[in-house]
């Protein structure tokens, strides 16, 4: 008894730290993140309008959740900044927007998301 209570609580405490050395997989200044979760985002219900439903069963895990990224970021800096920004006209169309940058390795470098969102989901 006293064995495998030390062993589950041995794993329990490398699995909490192997979780802890990881780095976070949503950084706010990873432009390059934004701008591929935003692509997911648009391939995702643009596929649905081509194919109905049947986009949700040929979507991964991970790109619904680089596209929820993308859909929560944009939602919640509009929601945030309605003031400085204006009315918004919809997630869809920001994110095309974002998706359709060509940045340089070096311009997502310089760029933080937050930039990015400023300019592009931000009606002036």
């Known amino acids: 008894m006293k064995a495998s209570c030390l062993f589950l609580l041995i794993t329990l405490f490398l699995a909490s730290n192997s979780a802890f050395s990881k780095e976070a997989p949503f950084q706010l200044k990873d432009s390059a993140f934004l701008i591929q979760s935003c692509g997911e985002a648009i391939e995702i219900f643009a596929s649905q309008e081509k194919t109905g439903y049947l986009a949700a069963y040929r979507t991964s895990l991970s790109e619904a959740m680089r596209a929820g990224y993308c859909i929560g970021?944009?939602?919640?800096?509009?929601?945030?900044?309605?003031?400085?920004?204006?009315?918004?006209s919809?997630?869809?169309e920001h994110a095309k927007s974002i998706a359709s940058l060509?940045?340089?390795?070096?311009?997502?470098?310089?760029?933080?998301?937050?930039?990015?969102?400023e300019e592009y989901v931000c009606v002036q």
């Open 90 to 92: 919809g997630w869809f």
């Open 102 to 117: 060509e940045l340089t390795q070096q311009e997502l470098a310089q760029t933080d998301a937050h930039r990015l969102l």
């Open 73 to 88: 970021v944009i939602e919640h800096f509009t929601e945030v900044y309605v003031e400085y920004c204006g009315r918004s």
